[in-house]
């Protein structure tokens, strides 16, 4: 934990940079609820989860201590799984079609909420990956907009599973470059400041193209949470 947050100052500074900007979401899909508690110790705030059921177990598990984090979820979503996502999580990374945007309006507004959410984006247009076409983020951004039960406040991807961070590079300034053509184009309020991307392997990169969520987990998990 340690080693990674000296990482995220460097390159922050190198970026010129506020701490402030940046959110680091430790990602605990790897280890069990008795690890997530160690984390309070640590400081850490924000956990993300890609599997609803192991989510909801572990927040069972961990009782009121849960609310001592946010959490985000971050994996593929099944739309009949929109009560519980909208229920158990403070921002949703995740989502990527239209059936799942109402879905999770409907839930909201059972719920009297309204939950922030990020369009999944596949800038990589690899077809194994989740997440909206480039070209049709506007037209999507648009139709979430229209829905009282979300807020969409931003954009997320994941770059192609490489070892080389810098093949990262370009997914990450495209994103970028689609929320800011979101902001000139759509005039959303000052909500829209969102971007999440980078993982363990390439968050330098991610935070040196804009970042403003960092989703890590082996980098954490596998030094131990007192590396
Ligand atoms: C697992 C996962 C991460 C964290 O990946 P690491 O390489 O372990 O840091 C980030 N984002 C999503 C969507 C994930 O599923």
Redesign the pocket.
């Known amino acids: 934990m340690a080693a990674v947050r000296a990482r995220i100052n460097d390159a922050l500074t190198v970026a010129g940079r506020h701490p402030e900007e940046l959110t680091l979401?430790v990602?605990t899909?790897?280890v069990d609820a008795l690890i997530i508690k160690e984390l309070i110790g640590l400081g850490v705030e924000h956990i993300?989860e890609?599997r609803l059921q192991e989510a909801v177990r572990k927040q069972a598990v961990l009782g009121d201590l849960k609310n001592r984090f946010k959490w985000h979820f971050?994996?593929s979503l099944q739309t009949n799984k929109a009560r519980q996502v909208a229920a158990g999580f403070d921002l949703i990374?995740?989502l990527d079609r239209l059936s799942l945007a109402e879905a999770l309006h409907q839930a909201s507004r059972k719920l009297n909420k309204e939950i922030p959410v990020l369009i999944q984006v596949n800038v990589s247009r690899e077809q194994t990956k989740h997440g909206v076409a480039p070209a049709e983020v506007g037209a999507f951004y648009t139709a979430v907009r229209k829905l009282s039960g979300l807020r969409p406040v931003g954009l997320?991807t994941?770059a192609p599973d490489t070892e080389d961070p810098e093949t990262s590079r370009p997914v990450f300034r495209e994103l970028r470059h689609l929320f800011e053509q979101i902001k000139r184009d759509y005039h959303p309020g000052p909500e829209w400041r969102e971007l999440?991307m980078g993982?363990?392997?390439d968050?330098g990169v991610a935070i040196e193209e804009g970042a403003t969520i960092v989703?890590?987990?082996?980098?954490?998990?596998?030094a131990g949470t007192e590396g």
């Not at 989703?215 to 596998?222: P, W």
């Open positions: 979401v990602v899909k790897y993300g890609n971050i994996g990374h995740s997320m994941m999440s993982m363990s392997n968050y989703r890590i987990g082996s980098a954490i998990f596998s």
